[in-house]
């Protein structure tokens, strides 16, 4: 019970009134919110926010976060310029998941998948960026304009006034009665399709079923699907499909095109992938639009070789790929770190007839921006622009973080005049880009500026914009600051997301003071997220560490629905949280959970039968320790177990030849500490210092020693 104790004494600190020491701040209104102005509630349609601190646009096209990036450009100039112008991953059983439910499952991939990318789309780097998108001809083609819906008829409009109104229920039920009016199935499915409440969309269907001379048909009962897809009420999809059947409408590719993706929307990827078996056994075929939607999910997941292998299942079924599936492939390779196959592939795409529309172009520039390619991906933004795009809001957005990564943050600024010259209206997130920009610089004054900026244009602040300005106050120790945003977030109905409990968890942990830490713990109180309740509830590891990993586990099932970064990004700050306040039982017994929960999909890697890959670049120091450590131990259980050695192993810390941003790295020092202390036989090689590699006999050698098993308690 050392984590409860150790919380619970953090929790006894009571935050003054005020400052209580020279490190806080509190020059600053004790509210971040004017509460004389009107706050406007609406968001546009093409633009939705994530809880992490991006900006997304569908369908898969997403801007680099602009974390942890603290390099400068170089002498070339090109920011100001830009203002002028206008392979199968064989995971060893120990990091496999093995419970059935809950929790996505990807299926085996075929072993030809990693050929996809090392062979079909690989090549020499500087072949594939040498060939300029500006030589290829592009031949542009506008889409038709999308009609805004209307309703066909009056009844449409009278049906769907009262079901927005009213809460489904019998003064519901009445209301439509008093109507006296019929409707066709037809009519019914433009009212389906305006309804957001499952529940009054449900008892509308039901209603209508009742009534007399009416009768569903496959439009309606694909529509309702849909809408309970979307609200996760799965078992509430198996009903209504069973009444489907009964009703002589067979579900369709479009019926189950939606339930995968509502299965793939909720996290739940082996559902999906046996939507899509159960199809093609009833003789279904998948079309575009289901390989489509598996390739996504399942890339967004971390399932690289399980996207890839659906791509080339869809080429096998005769499917060419059109933009958007190139689209999706692109932005899969590149989020796997594959950016050279994915330019190939954009390259491939042209070639092939296949016109890049604004998604295209806005994921290959995203991709770059990501890779820290900032010139690529200006050279993009141009060559987008001679091929007849304009930049839309996500466009500008992406080009703002690239000026933000290289220290041109006025630059970014005047693209956000630009863009409104341009007649798009900033939203949240594009507020809270520029919040997030100047925070991350260090200056949190300019960042509380946006912040009220944003305020003024009548717009209510999201919380990842929030836990921008939040970690703006944490890094420069304003905690009153902090408590101030935390309780106006509350005021103003914003739930503290995962990212926000985070923000906190690793202030507290490295926190300088014991004052500091208690605050930043009451703040963690302050947010009531359920993941507080998940430390301070932490039982004793006992003798094995399974109560440890049985808490781990159900509140991963908890949190199944969020994002993997997300649950990457607060998994990684228990474990260091653990690591540095002496609880090293605990952390290891997470790390192990994570790791089978697939929460770092590239930590662990086989590259041939016995070389292996830890990569540790991604995570804190504490954890990279622990990780490192427990992996070295289950090395050494498999060796003794099966008798089988690897013959080399790889230590990544991100941190080396390749690495582009200077300094020091705590991951890189910490591993090289502890394998130095343990004696690891390790070398480094053609001059990377941030890769540890041990080999050949000497490593089996020390892989042996009882020591390995117990690293991670030192």
């Known amino acids: ?387 007849g795009f304009h930049p839309d809001k996500v466009t500008y957005s992406i080009v703002m973080e690239v000026l933000g990564h290289c220290g041109y943050l006025e630059e970014a600024e005047a693209v956000f005049s630009e863009m409104k010259r341009k007649n798009w209206v900033p939203d949240e997130p594009v507020y809270g880009l520029l919040v997030d920009l100047w925070g991350k610089s260090g200056n949190v004054e300019k960042a509380r500026e946006w912040y009220r900026a944003m305020l003024s244009a009548g717009l209510c602040p999201n919380v990842p914009t929030c836990n921008s300005l939040l970690s703006a106050f944490l890094r420069v120790h304003r905690l009153r600051d902090a408590y101030d945003l935390l309780q106006s977030m509350l005021q103003l109905g914003l739930n503290p997301s995962l990212q926000t409990y985070t923000l906190l968890l690793s202030c507290c942990t490295e926190a300088q003071t014991s004052f500091d830490m208690g605050f930043c713990c009451e703040l963690m109180t302050v947010t009531g997220h359920p993941a507080h309740n998940f430390l301070l509830s932490m039982p004793a590891p006992g003798p094995t560490g399974q109560n440890v990993r049985d808490h781990v586990g159900s509140f991963l099932d908890m949190m199944h629905s969020e994002d993997r970064e997300s649950k990457r990004g607060l998994v990684d700050a228990v474990i260091d949280f653990f690591h540095k306040t002496g609880l090293k039982e605990e952390a290891g017994s997470v790390w192990e959970v994570a790791a089978q929960r697939n929460v770092y999909p590239d930590a662990v890697r086989r590259k041939s039968s016995s070389y292996w890959l830890i990569n540790l670049h991604v995570m804190s120091d504490g954890t990279a320790v622990t990780a490192l450590s427990r992996t070295l131990a289950w090395f050494r259980r498999e060796m003794i177990e099966t008798g089988l050695c690897p013959t080399r192993i790889d230590i990544v810390t991100g941190w080396g030849r390749r690495s582009r941003v200077t300094g020091t790295s705590l991951v890189r020092q910490s591993v090289q500490e502890l394998l130095s202390m343990f004696g690891f036989p390790f070398f480094t090689e053609n001059g990377n210092s941030g890769c540890f590699i041990g080999c050949g006999e000497s490593l089996n050698r020390w892989l042996l020693q009882s020591y390995v098993e117990r690293m991670h308690l030192l």
């Open 1 to 387: 019970m050392a984590a409860v104790g150790l919380l619970s004494d953090l929790v006894n600190y009571r935050i003054p009134m005020t400052d209580g020491s020279a490190m806080h701040n509190t020059s600053a209104p004790n509210s971040m919110v004017d509460r004389t102005k009107t706050i406007s509630n609406v968001r546009p349609a093409n633009v939705k926010t994530s809880r992490k601190d991006k900006v997304y646009v569908k369908p898969s096209s997403e801007p680099v976060s602009s974390y942890d990036t603290k390099s400068r450009a170089d002498s070339s100039g090109f920011g100001k310029g830009f203002v002028a112008a206008n392979e199968s991953d064989n995971v060893p059983e120990f990091f496999v998941e093995t419970r059935e439910r809950k929790r996505p499952v990807a299926p085996k991939s075929r072993a030809y998948s990693n050929k996809f990318v090392e062979g079909k789309l690989s090549g020499n780097k500087s072949e594939v960026f040498a060939k300029d998108i500006r030589h290829t001809k592009v031949v542009i083609t506008r889409p038709a304009q999308a009609r805004p819906f209307s309703s066909s008829s009056p009844i449409v409009e009278s049906v769907s006034r009262i079901l927005h109104h009213f809460q489904w229920g019998p003064p519901t039920e009445e209301a439509l009665c008093k109507l006296n009016c019929t409707l066709d199935a037809y009519q019914a499915n433009q009212i389906l399709k305006q309804l957001q409440d499952y529940t009054v969309a449900l008892g509308f269907f039901y209603w209508l079923k009742r009534k007399p001379g009416f009768k569903h048909d496959g439009h309606t009962y694909t529509t309702m699907v849909g809408i309970l897809g979307r609200a996760r009420q799965f078992t509430a999809i198996d009903k209504l499909l069973d009444q489907m059947i009964k009703d002589g409408c067979h579900p369709n590719t479009v019926t189950y095109n939606r339930i995968i993706h509502s299965y793939g929307r909720a996290n739940y990827l082996q559902e999906a992938v046996n939507v899509f078996n159960e199809m093609r056994k009833l003789g279904c075929e998948p079309d575009r639009v289901t390989y489509c939607t598996l390739i996504d999910i399942h890339a967004k997941a971390g399932y690289l070789d399980v996207a890839i292998d659906m791509y080339q299942r869809m080429q096998e079924a005769g499917l060419s790929p059109d933009t958007f599936t190139y689209s999706v492939i692109i932005n899969c390779l590149g989020k796997a770190g594959h950016l050279a196959a994915a330019h190939k592939l954009f390259c491939e795409m042209v070639d092939q007839g296949c016109v890049p529309n604004l998604v295209t172009y806005n994921i290959m520039i995203a991709l770059h921006a990501k890779a820290r390619n900032y010139q690529s991906s200006l050279q993009l933004y141009r060559d987008m622009q001679s091929a």
